[in-house]
Structures are given as C-alpha cells and as structure tokens.
C-alpha cells in the first residue's frame, strides 16, 4: 500500500493491526498491567537507561499504547507519537516541552473555549499569546517577534470553522526559525497529514472522531521529526538539540515533560482508539456528506439565520477544503437562530440528535457552545471564536440523512 494513500485507504486502516501481536489476534491485546517484570536486574537497568527496548511501567510506555502511538504515526507520515491522557493534555505537554517564561504564541482567536483557556494560564508563567482574528499567513507574520516560538493554530476551528491554509502557515513559521504546531482533531488523517502540507507537531483529542463513538477521553502528540530545532538555534535553552538533533522534541516530550507530568494513556482507552482507526476512513466520508447535506437542508429554511459550514460554496472558507481529500468540509457545521431562546427551544424538540458536548461520536451532537464551553468567556472573545446567544454547533452523526433531516424539521416547525 502507497503510503501517500494511507490518509484516505479504507484498506490500510482495516489492516492496520493484522500484524498487532505475535498470537495472531487481529487485534491488539489490552495490557491492562501497572508494571513489567524482567528477569534480571541489569536486563531492567538498561531499559531504564534507554539502552534497550522494553516495558517497566504503564505510565512510561505499555505495549497497548505504544501501538496505537506507532499506529497514529504512521498514518500521519510522523517520525513517533505519544498518547496522553486526554486532548488538552495533549497540548499542555507539547507547549510545556517547548516553551519557557518570556516566549510567545501566534494563534487564532477562533480556537476552542478549553485551549483559549489554557492559553489565558499560561500567562502566569511568563508566556503570551498573539490572537489573531483572521488567522492567514500575511497576519501570522505580522504578529511574530523575536519572542515567538510557535505558531500554533486548528485546521479547522472549533466551532468557527475557519479552515487555515497549513501550507502557507508552515513556510511562514520556517521562515521564521519557529514550529507549527496543528491541532487537526476535527480532520483526522483520514482527510488530510498536515505533515505532508509542512506542519511539524500534530495534536489530536482522540477521544473524538479517532475512538469515534465517544466511548472514552485521550490525546495525542505526533512528531514530524522534520524540525531542525538545533539549526534554528532558538531552542537550545529547552530541547536537547544538540545531542538528538531533529529528534529533540520527543526525547524531552517522553522522558522529561509528559513521563513527569503523568498523562499517560490507560490500555484500554488505547485500545478503543485502535478498535476506532479501523473504520475512520468510512466514518469520515459518512460523516462529512451527512454534514453537507444537513447545512444544504438549513439554507432552505426560513427559521435558520446563517448557516456556517466549511464545505457550502457560500463559506469564505470553502477554497480551503481543497486540502482535504477529496474536498471534503468536515464534520461540524453551525446555525443561528435569532435567539438563545429560539436556540434553546430547537435542542429542547429534537429527539434523535443528542445534546451532548461531544464531537466525532457516531451520533449526531448538538450544543449551545455560549452556554456550555465558551461559558467562561466574556462576549469579545466569544464573537471572535463564532460563538452568538443564538448559535448551535451540530456536530453530524453516521444516522441515515433521511432520519437526520426528518429530527431538524419537527425540531424547527415547533419554533413556528
């Protein structure tokens, strides 16, 4: 299988774990163990001394979640990955391992309400961000300075749905000796690498359309090996440069921040996501045509305001999608409805579509996002991540259109 294909292959996801264990199970065992013995005390020494492969304990490395972390970077084209307890524990690690006190971020300010927050945190430890509003790589350049480290963006914003061009992004990071960090939850390898458009970390909350049924909450880091972190020559201070080159990241990610910090993945959580990667090519092209056509159906109904959505030729983001395979816009969409209430009244009626704030779940989702997890947001920052009193984000499901639609109609005739 070419692995330029691996993105889009219904074919090599299925076999992904055909050769997971030397039983011949055609999937991976759960490990579901603290610890390993070893039989001898110098064999345990050396595999603590990173001189030889092996397991000691589950919050350092277990087999069930290394080959999920081998399964996720070889799908992205990456050179390693490293699963953490959760998305945002996933993005805690990776500005923790490359940033220190008088460093900057250059990100959008449509990001989602979580990881502005964590943003916000990092200001007590001496480190800014740059917002900007319309996230394009002219703006990006404008905003770095000698203290940027990182530009770091959504492929596509949650729930603004901007969709950032990555490579444009990538050439104006490079350019300026710095990273860029993607948060490509809401695309997933199935729809595009951003490795392959110039990205150097991709993060994900695998507890989305990776596991894919909302059956349990991860994260995880994938490495590009690409960086030249010792050529930039603005790491030094922080990453092993010197000593692992374009491997420096990951060698302080796995044995200083994530190992310290202990956001390790469980076994069995890991092996929901592998179970979950074996169907994401055809989740995701189910998902996306329902998306579509589900905000096709809320531009004819006079008791939608707006329609946002990345795949509608209306979207000042649809030329973008031209990244993703086969131009496809995504698995969100959002609509405004007038009103909180109107808002409100909508979720209250609908009987299939479940209020939950989840994404990526074989189920369709709906939320109030100014409710729930922009609540902690003032008004500015709520308008600038698209976020209205009157917006619901609809995240579409794997149901039948038809059943979907028929849900929305009764739920929007109750509001006449």
């Known amino acids: 299988m070419e692995k330029k294909r691996e993105c889009c292959s219904a074919t090599a996801y299925l076999h ?85 006190s008088g460093d900057a971020v250059v990100a959008p ?163 929901l996501n592998l179970s979950g990667l074996e169907t994401l090519p055809l989740r995701m092209k189910t998902i996306c045509e329902n998306a579509k056509t589900l905000a096709e159906f809320f531009e004819t109904r006079e008791e939608i305001e707006a329609v946002n959505y990345p795949g509608l030729a209306s979207s000042p983001w649809h030329d973008a999608t031209r990244q993703f395979a086969r131009h496809r816009g995504g698995g969100i969409l959002t609509v405004r409805l007038g009103s909180k209430a109107r808002a409100f009244e909508m979720i209250d009626h609908l009987k299939l579509a479940l209020n939950i704030p989840n994404i990526g779940d074989t189920k369709t989702l709906v939320l109030h996002p100014a409710s729930t997890i922009f609540v902690h947001s003032d008004q500015a920052a709520q308008e600038a991540a698209g976020v209205f009193d009157d917006t619901v984000r609809i995240s579409a499901g794997l149901e039948e259109i038809e059943d979907i639609i028929s849900d929305f109609t009764q739920a929007l005739e109750s509001l006449n």
């Open 109 to 271: 300010s449509g990001l989602y309400g979580g990881t502005l927050s964590w943003l916000k945190d990092l200001e007590a430890f001496g480190i800014k961000t740059h917002l900007i509003k319309s996230f394009t790589a002219e703006n990006v350049e404008a905003a770095i300075d000698e203290h940027t480290r990182m530009v770091f963006t959504e492929i596509i914003s949650n729930p603004k749905l901007e969709v950032v061009d990555v490579k444009a992004l990538a050439e104006t990071a490079h350019k300026a000796g710095i990273p860029l960090v993607v948060d490509a939850t809401a695309v997933t390898p199935a729809l595009m690498r951003p490795i392959d458009f110039g990205a150097d970390i991709v993060i994900h909350s695998s507890s989305k359309y990776i596991n894919g049924n909302g059956s349990g909450v991860s994260g995880i880091i994938v490495d590009s090996g690409r960086f030249p972190w010792k050529k930039s020559g603005k790491f030094d201070a922080v990453l092993p440069c010197k000593k692992f080159g374009p491997a420096a990241f990951t060698a302080k990610l796995r044995n200083s921040t994530w190992q310290d910090i202990g956001a390790c993945l469980s076994p069995a959580h890991a092996w």
């Open 16 to 100: 992904l774990n055909q050769r997971a264990n030397a039983m011949g199970a055609s999937m991976m065992p759960i490990y579901q163990t603290s610890a390993f013995s070893h039989s001898t005390a110098e064999e345990l020494e050396k595999i603590f001394k990173n001189q030889k492969p092996g397991f000691t304990y589950s919050r350092v490395g277990n087999p069930t979640v290394s080959t999920f972390e081998n399964q996720m970077a070889r799908l992205e084209g990456g050179f390693s990955a490293t699963a953490c307890a959760s998305g945002s524990a996933a993005i805690a690690c990776c500005f923790m391992t490359l940033l220190k």
